[in-house]
């Protein structure tokens, strides 16, 4: 569709040549029975350059590409109407052209918003604190925590203050759908007070996407998620629901940076020789989860009790990480395929499968896009 529609503005903007050449001469235009200006001929050429440019820039994926877009099409349909009897027809691929214009800018303006977040969520955790993992550290954690630590290479190596990691998977939205989704995301987590930020685009068919941002801070949640990056279909925040489930999230996926398990809001107690219990509060909000390991040490599942929905008759349900496939980032072995999975009576829904395929800690990157 991107090619489809690059091939739309490049033919608009070509037909635009037809009212300058007409202007000075060059050929006889017998489809423009007007008159036309050498001025507005000028005219003509600019839309047509514009038009080319915002071609240019769409196909290179500039973010910005969407202004010039704009400005093209207002001067294009202005001479549209200057010349309606010639050239009304052009104004269905204006429509067609500010239509996706508006929707790159919506989804421009999400993401701003959401880096402007990120931007404030870092800088209230920046620290200077150049701390090691020891075994001091992990002396009181029950012994198959201590073994995952030292099998991910984590012990004795700087604890974690930032992180950063992308992800690619599939997602389904119900049950009952069959086809998965195409996503794409990123994520931001900070340690020392801590939170993080998820965003995510989901492609359901061409020319149609819904873009997502879970957000745990301050103890409390937040999940945003628009259509087309401009219409809301959920924003939930703030209630006991939405903020005990981010929390649990943010438990769970400290495995993505391990150090942070042995922070002073997480406390751990023993279920067997491969499983472990940790209960993790902050400010107010509290949450528990089991996580369990294999023999060697590998984290293999994360398992934590979790309301589906932040409805008030939004049902308690079990729910389930497992990983699998392990690399090393910044010499720490972390997992980096998985599922996530709600254990439902009449079934489990597997809504997301994920792969990590890039980590940065401590010095997190924030993306533009």
């Known amino acids: 569709m991107r090619i489809i529609f690059f091939?739309?503005?490049?033919?608009?903007?070509?037909?635009?040549?037809?009212?300058?050449?007409?202007a000075f001469g060059f050929a006889e235009i017998n489809q423009l029975t007007q008159n036309i200006s050498k001025p507005i001929g000028i005219l003509w050429l600019i839309a047509l350059l514009l038009l080319l440019a915002a071609a240019i820039q769409f196909i290179s994926n500039h973010d910005?590409?969407?202004?010039?877009?704009?400005?093209?099409?207002?001067?294009?349909?202005?001479?549209?109407?200057?010349?309606?009897?010639?050239?009304?027809?052009?104004?269905?691929?204006?429509?067609?052209?500010?239509?996706?214009?508006?929707?790159?800018?919506a989804d421009w303006n999400f993401n701003r918003d959401v880096k402007n977040e990120i931007t404030e969520m870092l800088a209230q955790n920046i620290t200077d604190k150049k701390e090691i993992l020891?075994?001091?550290k992990i002396s009181s954690l029950p012994p198959i925590v201590q073994k995952w630590l030292r099998n991910s290479g984590a012990v004795g190596k700087e604890m974690i203050h930032t992180a950063r990691l992308k992800q690619k998977g599939q997602m389904k939205m119900k049950p009952?759908?069959?086809?998965?989704?195409?996503?794409?995301?990123?994520?931001?987590?900070?340690?020392?007070?801590?939170?993080?930020?998820?965003?995510?685009?989901?492609?359901?068919?061409?020319?149609?996407?819904?873009?997502?941002?879970?957000?745990?801070?301050?103890?409390?949640?937040?999940?945003?998620?628009?259509?087309?990056?401009?219409?809301?279909?959920?924003?939930?925040?703030?209630?006991?629901?939405?903020?005990?489930?981010?929390?649990?999230?943010?438990?769970?996926?400290?495995?993505?940076?391990?150090?942070?398990?042995?922070?002073?809001?997480?406390?751990?107690?023993?279920?067997?020789?491969?499983?472990?219990?940790?209960?993790?509060?902050?400010k107010g909000t509290t949450g528990s989860a089991v996580f369990t390991f294999n023999e060697n040490g590998d984290f293999v599942k994360f398992s934590a009790m979790r309301y589906m929905g932040s409805e008030e008759n939004s049902p308690l349900k079990e729910w389930i990480i497992t990983l699998n496939e392990y690399k090393v980032y910044n010499e720490i072995k972390i997992p980096v395929k998985g599922e996530a999975t709600w254990k439902l009576d009449d079934g489990d829904f597997t809504w997301y499968k994920l792969e990590i395929y890039d980590v940065e800690y401590n010095t997190p990157i924030i993306e533009n896009n």
């Open 7 to 22: 091939i739309i503005i490049i033919l608009h903007a070509l037909i635009h040549l037809l009212g300058f050449i007409k």
């Open 134 to 136: 020891t075994e001091e």
């Open 176 to 282: 009952e759908q069959e086809k998965w989704y195409e996503a794409n995301a990123e994520q931001y987590f900070t340690v020392d007070n801590p939170a993080f930020i998820w965003k995510v685009k989901v492609d359901m068919m061409p020319l149609m996407f819904f873009t997502g941002r879970d957000k745990f801070s301050d103890g409390k949640g937040n999940m945003l998620i628009k259509v087309l990056s401009l219409l809301n279909v959920v924003n939930d925040s703030d209630n006991e629901k939405i903020n005990q489930g981010t929390l649990q999230r943010y438990l769970g996926e400290t495995i993505w940076f391990p150090t942070a398990v042995v922070s002073p809001y997480i406390k751990w107690e023993v279920i067997d020789s491969l499983s472990a219990k940790a209960t993790m509060t902050y």
């Open 64 to 105: 910005l590409w969407w202004i010039t877009a704009l400005v093209a099409v207002i001067l294009s349909q202005i001479l549209i109407i200057l010349f309606w009897q010639d050239a009304k027809f052009g104004t269905i691929p204006n429509i067609v052209i500010l239509l996706v214009a508006i929707v790159a800018f």
